[in-house]
């Protein structure tokens, strides 16, 4: 996090914070330790409630940096100390200061209103209420450092010096019920990463040296064997050594549908063994297991800055200056140049100082992104920053890698047709299959498995004299009979191309499919026809409709495969346009092409092929992130289940997103204008503007939490 040109060699520390009321204290908290001697740099990361330190400082000094607003520091790989705060000591003085109020307005109504009873009770809940507020507000004037505390101290005292004291103390209970709100909705949007951190469990059952007990995941080693009975968490990444068991992934891949796991299939920390007894060789420490690399990259993710984040921040930084110049002007030029009331002016002015506070225009967008890509984390989809966030929704076209994208990367048999009635097909199905177990052919592992599928018998047969015919095919002798497994082109030698021709058009109508024909038969015969082809996602067709229906203009399918297998496959999925046999230097090139024409440009692949198309792209999506180092760390934005289906809705995700930013940006400013517009007939009082203030707030806090409610469809 160190800036460019740093001391390379300076020690860099992580630490959770607990505090944080707001982004510009966590702004201020940030400056104040960049302050400290010997930190060469600092970084808060006020959606994570994290700060990076490089340099040297103790706990002590941070906290000092930080005691304006009490808080609380721990190192992020200890255990965070939740210290729950009782209700009385949280609020106790927001009770306190509301019930002076009461009295102070039960006093004006018996006594009047410039009662010494009232003046006192308004006076007690203002210095109650408002005790830490004017604390840090004083020490900001002495700096001229002018933030929303600042505002309010000067215009509370502003209000006890012209006599308005009930004004001054609901300015004061009202700003701490603000700040109470806008801590509640940043928490709240927090709970989403920190549920994360409580998925997966603390300790394991181990056995170690024969003997059987629970160790914390702390001390667990690589090596180590846990058991995971049914019901239980998985606590560490891991392969299984024994047992068979459906796991839950949702919390990894956002899939709720069980996945069948057993020996030698990796298996993730915070997934639910659903059945059997599992046995589980740990291969990864705590610190990097999948669901902590992905809360890490969640909380980076939040840290980065989008565009509208960027906007907000530059316009606050002369936004709050050019509110205490209005305010000023506003108290002073009507009394000096229009012989107005300098009481009723100056009243006026410190109104505006209270509207002017940029609490609900800083908070507008933090609090959408870090709800957004918590959300989408909760989903299965890993978003590496706000930047993306936001270009996701503004995509024009999209690009696809066919193999492993679109198709699931596996061949698999599509087509087994006899030719010889007088051939049982599972009989033949079993001779072809012991044929193929001999081959290294690639495709051999298709016909393998469908045998498997089908129960068929075939390591009991004995082949003899098996050959294999480069390039051509196998043969192999079975009970007397040589038998021939091959391209078309083969067995054109074998009959001396007496091939019928209603089997040479059933052939080439199989490879226009895009499909991979194999042809068995003896030296005079041919028996049947197999098939087998790199099957298409059985989502991959769904998608791109529902891309094209939410408006992405253009999908476009990238692969080095031949054209007619990449238009058999094209067309099956649907999308507009297709590149086929394309070198990565091709990719890259379409993409920069198609960046050229529709701007912002997405390409998904599977982020260990195709780096430079990926990288060239607005946006790079990388499949299967579950488990995949390269996926999570080259992508910016990772489907970690293997699900296209995830892609439509982290682009609605990230639609509704910047939705509600422009909303709350909209909300946070046209409700000050509103009130600002006040002051010209002179309605605008102390109590409107720090509602106004609130009520803004509130209003963009919630409906950024409405981004909760997105769900995958």
């Known amino acids: ?196 951190m409580d998925i997966a469990p603390k300790e394991a059952l181990v056995r170690r040296n024969g003997i059987e007990s629970m160790i914390s995941v702390d001390d667990i080693e690589v090596g180590d064997v846990m058991i995971v009975k049914p ?89 709050t200056p050019a509110i205490m110049v209005v305010a000023a002007l506003v108290a002073v030029i ?16 410190l109104a505006v100082l209270v509207v002017g506070c940029p609490c609900a225009l800083v908070i507008s967008t933090p609090v959408s992104i870090v709800t957004a890509i918590g959300n989408a984390a909760k989903n299965g989809v890993l978003i590496k920053g706000g930047v993306y966030l936001e270009e996701m929704g503004a995509l024009k076209a999209i690009a696809f890698d066919k193999t492993g994208t679109l198709t699931k990367g596996v061949p698999a048999v599509t087509d087994f047709e006899m030719l010889n009635p007088s051939v049982d097909d599972k009989e033949m199905l079993s001779i072809i299959t012991a044929l193929e177990n001999g081959s290294q052919h690639p495709l051999a592992s298709a016909i393998m498995k469908k045998a498997e599928q089908e129960k068929i018998d075939y390591k009991s047969i004995q082949v003899e004299e098996f050959t294999s015919i480069t390039g051509r095919g196998i043969k192999g002798m079975i009970n007397g009979t040589s038998y021939y497994v091959g391209s078309p082109k083969l067995f054109d030698e074998l009959l001396q191309g007496k091939i019928p021709n209603d089997v040479k058009e059933r052939v080439l109508a199989l490879q226009n499919q895009g499909k991979t024909v ?72 379409t993409v920069k092409k198609l960046r050229s024409e529709y701007d912002r440009v997405a390409m998904v692949g599977d982020g260990i092929n195709d780096a430079p198309a990926l990288a060239s792209s607005t946006v790079g999506i990388a499949m299967g992130g579950a488990g995949t180092d390269t996926a999570l760390e080259t992508a910016d934005v990772a489907l970690m289940g293997d699900d296209l289906r995830k892609l439509p809705f982290t682009i609605e995700l990230s639609r509704k997103a910047l939705t509600i930013i422009k909303q709350n940006i909209t909300f946070a400013l046209g409700i000050k204008l509103l009130a600002l517009l006040l002051v010209i007939p002179g309605w605008l009082t102390l109590w409107i503007a720090i509602f106004a203030d609130m009520g803004a707030t509130l209003l963009v806090t919630l409906n950024s939490l409405r981004l909760l409610r997105v769900k995958d469809k």
Not at 107 to 120: F, K, N, R, V, W
Not at 334 to 349: C, H, M
Not at 541 to 570: C, F, P, W, Y
């Open 518 to 589: 194999m042809v068995i038969g003896t030296n005079t015969a041919l028996l049947s026809i197999l098939a087998v082809a790199d099957e298409v996602r059985e989502s991959s067709q769904s998608v791109i409709k529902r891309l094209h229906e939410i408006g992405i203009k253009k999908t476009i399918m990238l692969t080095g495969d031949n054209q007619g297998t990449a238009t058999a496959i094209g067309k099956e999925v649907g999308v507009s346009d297709i590149q086929a046999e394309l070198l990565p230097q091709d990719k890259l090139d």
């Open 334 to 349: 009507p009394p000096l140049f229009f012989d107005a009331s300098w009481e009723t002016w100056i009243y006026q002015g």
């Open 231 to 319: 019901g239980q968490k998985i606590a560490m990444d891991g392969l299984v050594v024994k047992g068979i068991s459906a796991v839950n992934q949702a919390a990894i891949t956002g899939e709720s549908v069980p996945v069948e796991k057993g020996i030698d299939d990796e298996v993730f920390a915070g997934t639910l063994n659903s059945e059997g007894l599992l046995e589980v060789r740990v291969t990864k420490h705590v610190d990097d297991t999948t669901i902590a690399k992905i809360i890490h990259l969640v909380e980076e993710a939040q840290a980065e800055r989008a565009p509208s984040q960027a906007f907000v921040d530059r316009f606050a930084k002369w936004y």
């Open 1 to 196: 996090m160190a800036n460019e040109g740093l001391d390379q060699t300076a020690e860099k520390n992580v630490y959770r914070v607990q505090g944080f009321t707001c982004a510009g204290c966590a702004g201020k908290f940030e400056r104040n330790v960049k302050e400290l001697n010997g930190v060469h740099d600092a970084k808060v990361n006020f959606g994570a409630a994290k700060l990076t330190v490089v340099g040297n400082a103790s706990v002590k000094e941070l906290e000092k940096a930080g005691a304006f607003e009490n808080l609380k520091l721990s190192p992020e790989k200890g255990k965070v100390q939740t210290v729950k705060e009782p209700f009385m000591k949280k609020y106790g003085s927001l009770l306190a200061s509301g019930l002076f109020i009461a009295i102070g307005y039960y006093a004006m109504m018996t006594y009047g209103e410039e009662s010494a009873q009232s003046i006192l009770a308004f006076l007690a809940a203002i210095i109650i209420g408002g005790y830490s507020l004017f604390i840090v507000g004083f020490k900001n004037l002495i700096r001229f450092e002018f933030d929303m505390k600042t505002l309010m101290t000067i215009a509370i005292i502003g209000a006890a010096i012209i006599g308005e004291w009930s004004e001054g103390a609901i300015v004061v209970i009202l700003f701490a019920i603000s700040e109470a709100l806008e801590s509640y909705s940043m928490d709240k949007a927090r709970q989403s990463i920190r549920s994360l």
